[in-house]
């Protein structure tokens, strides 16, 4: 599985992005895809996560009203809107596609079988 990750940018506070994570491959095995975010001198933080079938998201309280996770399964795409952005938001953000359920991604924060490349977010005051 490869995954592209991309959408970045710089915008002000207040403003919006959607990152979109782009899959390749064969996603027979792939469970849950995710959005980590790693700011500068930080550890990488999950940010949300969505099941399979698009039906299950889960968001990490600091993005909880803001950021929306959506998968497109026919174009094997993730998408993170994020709305509202906050100058803590900045970080490169990663996506991350992995063989356990959802579930369990958000207890063991590991689901990340496969990584895309990283976009960098930064959002100026």
């Known amino acids: 599985v490869q995954l592209q990750a991309s959408g970045g940018g710089v915008v002000q506070v207040g403003g919006s992005l959607r990152l979109s994570c782009k899959a390749s491959?064969?996603?027979?095995?792939?469970?849950?895809m995710d959005w980590y975010r790693q700011a500068p001198g930080k550890v990488r933080d999950l940010v949300s996560a969505?099941?399979?079938?698009?039906?299950?998201?889960y968001y990490a309280e600091s993005v909880k009203g803001r950021f929306t996770i959506s998968r497109d399964s026919a174009k094997n795409t993730v998408y993170l809107q994020m709305n509202s952005l906050k100058p803590e938001d900045t970080a490169v953000y990663y996506c991350g596609a992995a063989g356990i359920a959802l579930d369990l991604v958000v207890v063991t924060l590991q689901g990340y079988d496969y990584w895309g490349q990283g976009t960098e977010v930064t959002v100026s005051s």
């Open positions: 969505v099941s399979r079938s698009g039906g299950r998201t």
């Open positions: 491959g064969s996603m027979f095995s792939i469970k849950t």
